[in-house]
C-alpha cells in the first residue's frame, strides 16, 4: 500500500502465454506481430491488425523521425529504495461510431494512423530511459505501444542484464481499459448526462449492465500495479502501457485524489506520467503528469472512451 508524497498536488491536478507466479503473462517479442492479421497462440489473441477506414495496414511507420531526440521535464535520479513507473496512455483509436463518438471501454478497437505515430513518439521519449520491464494491457491498442517502446530499448545500447529484461512485454489483465458494459456503443447523448455524472462520482447503482463502477476497476489496477512493483528491483524504471482510466487510477492513488474525482484528471492519448515508488516508506512522488511529447503531429479530439 503506498500513499501520497503531496497532497496538495491534488488541487492542481485537478485542474505460449507464459503466466508469472505475479499473474503476468510474459509474451515474447517472437510471439506476437501487428501487422495485417490476428495474431494467436494457445488459443488466445495476443494483437490485432489496425483497421483503418481506408482499409488495408497502415504506413504509420513514417510519422515519426526515428533520429529525433525527444526531450521532457526534467527528471531527478531514481533514489536508491525508490522504483520508477512511467504511464503511458495508448495513441488515438478509430471510433467504432465513426462520426458518431461513441464510449468503448474496453472493447478491443484499433488506433488510427495518428495514433500510431503518437505511440511512436512516446516510445521514441522513453527509449532515453533503461526500462526494466516493459509491461501492457491486453488490448491491442495498448500492445501496439508497448512494442514500440520495447523495440527502442532493445535497439539501444544496454548492458547484457538490461536487455535480458526488456525481451518480453508483461501483460496484465489489471490493466485492461475500464468496462463500460451496456454503454458501449452508446453515446453520451444516449447514456444520458446526469448518470454519467452520477456513474463519474462513483454511484454505483449507475454502473452499466455488464460494466464495472470506477472503485472495482481501482482495486484491480492497483494491485496489478503493485504485482509489477513487487517484480521490479529498487532504483530501477519501468514503463505500462495502459488506458485512460488505468492511468487515471494510478495518478489519482499518487496525488491522493479521491476516486469519485479521478474522472476530471487530464491524461491525453500517447501521453507520458512518472511516478516514483519509495519501498520503505510508501510515499508516492508525481515527477509529472500527461506530458506528450510534440513532434508535430496535429491535435487529436480526445472523445467517449
Same mark, same amino acid.
Given at each position: 500500500?503506498?500513499?501520497?508524497?503531496?497532497?496538495?498536488?491534488?488541487?492542481?491536478?485537478?485542474?505460449?502465454?507464459?503466466?508469472?507466479?505475479?499473474?503476468?503473462?510474459?509474451? =515474447?517479442?517472437?510471439?506476437?506481430?501487428?501487422?495485417?492479421?490476428?495474431?494467436?497462440?494457445?488459443?488466445?489473441?495476443?494483437?490485432?491488425?489496425?483497421?483503418?477506414? $481506408?482499409?488495408?495496414?497502415?504506413?504509420? #511507420?513514417?510519422g515519426v523521425d526515428p533520429m529525433q531526440v525527444i526531450t521532457g521535464p526534467e527528471l531527478p535520479p531514481i533514489p536508491p529504495m525508490s522504483k520508477r513507473l512511467f504511464l503511458v496512455r495508448h495513441g488515438a483509436v478509430i471510433n467504432p461510431?465513426?462520426?458518431?463518438?461513441?464510449?468503448?471501454?474496453?472493447?478491443?478497437?484499433?488506433?488510427?494512423?495518428?495514433?500510431?505515430?503518437?505511440?511512436?513518439?512516446?516510445?521514441?521519449?522513453?527509449?532515453?530511459?533503461?526500462?526494466?520491464?516493459?509491461?501492457?494491457?491486453?488490448?491491442? /491498442?495498448?500492445?501496439?505501444?508497448?512494442?514500440?517502446?520495447?523495440?527502442?530499448?532493445? =535497439? #539501444?545500447?544496454r548492458s547484457a542484464?538490461?536487455?535480458? #529484461?526488456?525481451?518480453?512485454?508483461?501483460?496484465?489483465?489489471?490493466?485492461?481499459?475500464?468496462? /463500460?458494459?451496456?454503454?458501449?456503443?452508446?453515446?453520451? $447523448?444516449?447514456?444520458?448526462?446526469e448518470a454519467m455524472a452520477a456513474f463519474d462520482a462513483c454511484d454505483k447503482s449507475k454502473t452499466p449492465d455488464g460494466g464495472e463502477s470506477y472503485p472495482a476497476l481501482k482495486e484491480r489496477v492497483l494491485q496489478a500495479r503493485d504485482e509489477l512493483l513487487e517484480s521490479m528491483d529498487s532504483g530501477r524504471a519501468s514503463a505500462l502501457v495502459s488506458h485512460l482510466q488505468v492511468t487515471r487510477c494510478m495518478l489519482s492513488d499518487a496525488l491522493g485524489v479521491p476516486t469519485s474525482q479521478m474522472s476530471q484528471l487530464p491524461i491525453a492519448t500517447a501521453s507520458v506520467t512518472c511516478i516514483d515508488y519509495d519501498s520503505v516508506t510508501a510515499t508516492q512522488t508525481v515527477h509529472f503528469q500527461s506530458f506528450k511529447p510534440n513532434v508535430g503531429l496535429k491535435q487529436n479530439r480526445n472523445e467517449a472512451n
Amino acid at each position: 500500500m503506498f500513499h501520497s508524497s503531496s497532497p496538495f498536488l491534488v488541487l492542481l491536478a485537478i485542474c505460449g502465454i507464459v503466466r508469472s507466479s505475479l499473474g503476468f503473462s510474459l509474451v =515474447t517479442r517472437s510471439d506476437y506481430h501487428i501487422g495485417n492479421t490476428y495474431v494467436w497462440r494457445d488459443g488466445i489473441v495476443l494483437a490485432a491488425a489496425s483497421q483503418h477506414p $481506408e482499409g488495408g495496414a497502415s504506413s504509420a #511507420t513514417t510519422g515519426v523521425d526515428p533520429m529525433q531526440v525527444i526531450t521532457g521535464p526534467e527528471l531527478p535520479p531514481i533514489p536508491p529504495m525508490s522504483k520508477r513507473l512511467f504511464l503511458v496512455r495508448h495513441g488515438a483509436v478509430i471510433n467504432p461510431g465513426g462520426d458518431r463518438p461513441v464510449y468503448y471501454g474496453a472493447m478491443d478497437v484499433s488506433l488510427s494512423p495518428l495514433g500510431e505515430w503518437e505511440a511512436q513518439a512516446a516510445a521514441q521519449y522513453l527509449q532515453q530511459f533503461d526500462l526494466q520491464h516493459v509491461a501492457a494491457s491486453p488490448l491491442s /491498442r495498448a500492445i501496439y505501444g508497448a512494442q514500440q517502446v520495447l523495440e527502442r530499448q532493445t =535497439t #539501444t545500447t544496454r548492458s547484457a542484464s538490461s536487455l535480458e #529484461t526488456t525481451s518480453s512485454l508483461m501483460i496484465h489483465a489489471g490493466w485492461k481499459e475500464l468496462d /463500460r458494459g451496456s454503454w458501449c456503443g452508446k453515446t453520451q $447523448e444516449e447514456i444520458g448526462a446526469e448518470a454519467m455524472a452520477a456513474f463519474d462520482a462513483c454511484d454505483k447503482s449507475k454502473t452499466p449492465d455488464g460494466g464495472e463502477s470506477y472503485p472495482a476497476l481501482k482495486e484491480r489496477v492497483l494491485q496489478a500495479r503493485d504485482e509489477l512493483l513487487e517484480s521490479m528491483d529498487s532504483g530501477r524504471a519501468s514503463a505500462l502501457v495502459s488506458h485512460l482510466q488505468v492511468t487515471r487510477c494510478m495518478l489519482s492513488d499518487a496525488l491522493g485524489v479521491p476516486t469519485s474525482q479521478m474522472s476530471q484528471l487530464p491524461i491525453a492519448t500517447a501521453s507520458v506520467t512518472c511516478i516514483d515508488y519509495d519501498s520503505v516508506t510508501a510515499t508516492q512522488t508525481v515527477h509529472f503528469q500527461s506530458f506528450k511529447p510534440n513532434v508535430g503531429l496535429k491535435q487529436n479530439r480526445n472523445e467517449a472512451n
